[in-house]
């Protein structure tokens, strides 16, 4: 059976410890992320360790330092989609462009706000509010 | 002069949404961006507003083709979370409609690179072999495409004699036939034509974008969860990990030739030695603890991963699902580069890409 480890780790620890998995060959499984009860940010660096994943777990930072420089396109796209979709910052990463949310949405970072569907059908048709 | 050609996210050439932005000199592919996001449902979301038995019949269609292996990730999640003993007999069910299920995803790969390629008599055969999985499908689960097999704790249905016997009749069939498949395959001149030295991605970049699955493989990058991190009963059958080194597209259609007939024998074997007793844990209702996990499996395309939070209700804190497609389209623009246009159709196909799921 596969093993599951969470270790808490901080800020700080994020960027050394990334080199030192990439240095030992470690595979980046996968950044896990979401927005607890309280609306903070809980994200989860997957590596993968021999049969077990250990899971780096952060809570509570909306800023978090890139580690693309390290891991490349494995991290880049999760970090981009996590940006998208949960508005965490990661400093380093480039989000000139958009990659999961339509260019009209990207207002800047943050969570996708839906439109309720009655709001649509006005607009749709050039009504206005009452 | 350089040209911006878009294609997608609807386009003759693509199966599925995706927009690429291939930047050009002449014919040639000098650079390409992959944008993604056509097909969000919000799925993740749904599981958070649903109980653990409505979300296992709601993961089953993140995807069409793979949708055994979402049940199966999700059901695997919440029994390590809780500790839940699946029955042997119910992992093997598991094991031999999740090898059909490959079988059967393989093979639509197949048949669509052949139809890109042009050759369409292949691409026939290739979906006639699929056919009859499909109906073997239908014959253990009652399904064509949401099988419905895996429930907590096991597997809903077992596996009569006759069906038993149907199937292996099947295996043979379509054994003979991926043998003429392939040898069609590695001596036909439209195929290599179209697919040696096409769309490179080298074992280096593999490991620097962070490919899976038979993607991963066809770039001479020995990873399998089946066989790295084993899980239901994998570790009982004998088979092998397929690799092949060209790195190219004919890589990935080897890789898909070999692994059908490594999926054939798993079958045989779990099949063979079906162990005796309970499938499943019969009407008890499962208790889900507070807790999480991430698990892994080895799906059609590639590495799946859930991770699952639960909070102690019956209702999913978090579902986060990333599919192989997430961990492969990132490899798209390295591959395209220094391609024609013509063959970006072919290339972007090559990942064995599944949009909806990625999407989510």
Known sequence: MQEYRKISITKEEIVPLAEKMRKNGVILAMIHGYLNKDGLPNISYEYQIEDRIESYT?????????????????????????????????????TSKRLFMPDSMMDGQGQIFVTPMDELIKKAHGEKEA | MSYIVPIGPYHPSLEEPVHARLITDG?????????????????????????????????????????????????????????????????YMRVIVAELERLHSHYLWLGIALHIIGHDSLFMHSWDDREAIMDILEDLT???????????????RGISVEQKDRTLKMLD????????????LLNDKTVALRTQGVGVLTTEDAIRIGAIGPHARASNVPVD???????????????NKAVYHTCDVFAR????????????????????????????????????KPGEYMFRHEAPRGQLSYKVVTNGTDHNERVSIHVPTFKNAPTIPTMLKGNSVADAGLIIASIDPCFSCMDR
């Open chain 2, 173 to 184: 069939k379509i054994e003979e036939s991926q043998k003429q498949l392939t040898d069609f």
């Open chain 2, 253 to 288: 259609v080897v890789i898909r030739c070999l692994e059908n007939m490594e999926s054939i024998k798993i079958i045989r074997q779990a099949l063979d030695s079906l162990p005796a007793g309970k499938i499943n844990m019969g009407n008890k209702i499962p208790v889900i």
């Open chain 2, 27 to 91: 014919e040639q592919i000098t650079d390409a961006e992959v944008f993604i996001g056509y097909n969000h449902r919000g799925i993740e979301k749904l599981c958070m507003e649903r109980n653990f038995i409505q979300t296992l019949v709601l993961v089953e269609r993140v995807c069409g083709i793979c949708s055994h292996s979402h049940a199966l990730t999700y059901a695997l999640c919440l029994e390590s979370i809780s500790g839940i003993k699946v029955p042997k007999k119910g992992q």
């Open chain 2, 225 to 239: 969860v089946r066989i790295d991190a084993p899980y239901s009963c994998y570790d009982e059958f004998d088979f």
């Open chain 1, 58 to 94: 952060i809570e509570g930072e909306k800023e978090l330092p890139s580690i693309t420089p390290v891991y490349d396109l494995a991290a880049e796209w999760p970090e981009r989609e996590l940006n998208e979709l949960i508005g965490v910052v990661f400093t380093g990463l480039d």
């Open chain 2, 142 to 156: 009652g399904n064509r495409v949401n099988y419905g097999m895996v429930t907590y704790g096991g597997a809903r």
